[in-house]
């Protein structure tokens, strides 16, 4: 059983367009939301995270957006920047547990 | 990467033969995990530790044992290596959602 569904696979976007990243879960004990960042021959790093209290945390260029009535929350990448090519994770946690559950992973080009 | 080392970083072993992968931490973080990583499956949890000699299992554990006779050192075990577990292997520390990576192993079992 997946946990947490990532979509899409793969995406491909111009040089300062905008970057959409979907997940959705199904367990509504999860009260954290992570996204990590992945460049290529390096782990995984945290990238911007959200709590279920909040619709929407900004952090530079990085946007998460939060909508607990449809258990979904997103990556906005504004302005893509082919610096910005990585794989991302979203993942969900719960308070009391210590372990993260993740998405399968989207990997993203920023074409010049 | 957050004083977290993995050893070795590239290894390639022949099916049936043991195999241990080590990580260690300069940070002296209870919590320690060990993931793998797959095309198509993202990373999945297979073994981690919240204290010296004590771990737990995580959703993929089956062929894998762990130790921690340290608080710096976490140490994943293939008792009998399978082509199946050809991956790459990330170390963690910190607690919950906030888990910092080491650089990974690259693991080929021919």
């Known amino acids: 059983q997946q946990q947490v569904k990532q979509s899409p696979q793969s995406l491909i976007v111009q040089k300062g367009g905008i970057s959409i990243i979907n997940c959705a879960y199904e367990?509504?004990?999860?009260?954290?939301f992570p996204w990590y960042q992945q460049f290529p021959g390096k782990g995984p790093a945290l990238l911007i995270a959200?709590?279920?209290?909040?619709s929407e945390k900004k952090e530079g260029r990085f946007t998460i957006s939060f909508n607990k009535s449809a258990k979904q929350f997103s990556l906005h990448i504004m302005d893509s920047q082919p610096g910005d090519s990585a794989t991302y994770f979203c993942?969900?946690?719960?308070?009391?547990?210590?372990?993260?559950?993740f998405g399968k992973g989207t990997k993203l080009t920023v074409n010049p | 990467d957050a004083g977290i080392t993995q050893s070795p970083r590239h290894k390639v072993t022949e099916t049936g033969t043991p195999v241990t992968l080590r990580c260690h931490q300069t940070?002296?973080?209870?919590?320690m995990y060990w993931y793998r990583q797959d095309p198509g499956h993202g990373l999945r949890l297979i073994h981690y530790?919240?204290?010296?000699?004590?771990?737990d299992k995580g959703e993929v554990s089956d062929g894998y044992s762990v130790s921690r006779s340290k608080t710096e050192d976490f140490l994943l075990t293939l008792e009998s290596a399978t082509s199946s577990q050809t991956s790459v292997y990330f170390c963690?520390?910190?607690?919950?959602?906030?888990?910092?990576f080491g650089p990974g192993t690259r693991l080929t079992v021919t």
């Open positions: 993942a969900a946690s719960k308070s009391g547990s210590e372990k993260l559950v």
């Open positions: 367990n509504t004990a999860f009260d954290y």
């Open positions: 959200i709590r279920p209290d909040v």
């Open positions: 940070e002296n973080h209870r919590y």
């Open positions: 530790s919240y204290g010296v000699k004590d771990t």
């Open positions: 963690a520390i910190g607690q919950g959602y906030e888990q910092y």
